[in-house]
């Protein structure tokens, strides 16, 4: 990349987002480790981790968002069919609540951006 990407991108494990990581273990143990200061996107491109964002409402690269979508669709398919599975720690209600969250996020990144 040259420097002259003016976009807000997605990092390509949208949904698996290290910041929420590295809250977490901040917050449990007081650990807190750097994050990386560049990042693949969903489209690709490897750029600064300042101009990347999990916010639809940041995002203005149209490849990022459409990655950022088909994502959160994938995951809440995924979560959906985990909490059906006998001995899941997850139950219906849970996985059924977060299924719809990562919908809405998926309905969220197919708009437009704004």
Known sequence: MGGNDPHIHVQSKVVHDDAAARNV???TFGLAGDLPSLVTTGCGLRVPYAMTSPRPDRVTCRACREHARREHLRFSEEVERL??????????????????????????????QG
Not at 83 to 111: N, V, W, Y
């Open 83 to 112: 909490s059906r599975m006998t001995g899941s720690t997850i139950s219906l209600a849970q996985g059924k609540l977060a299924a719809d969250r990562h919908r809405d996020l998926a309905q969220r990144f197919s708009g437009p």
């Open 25 to 27: 273990l901040a917050s």
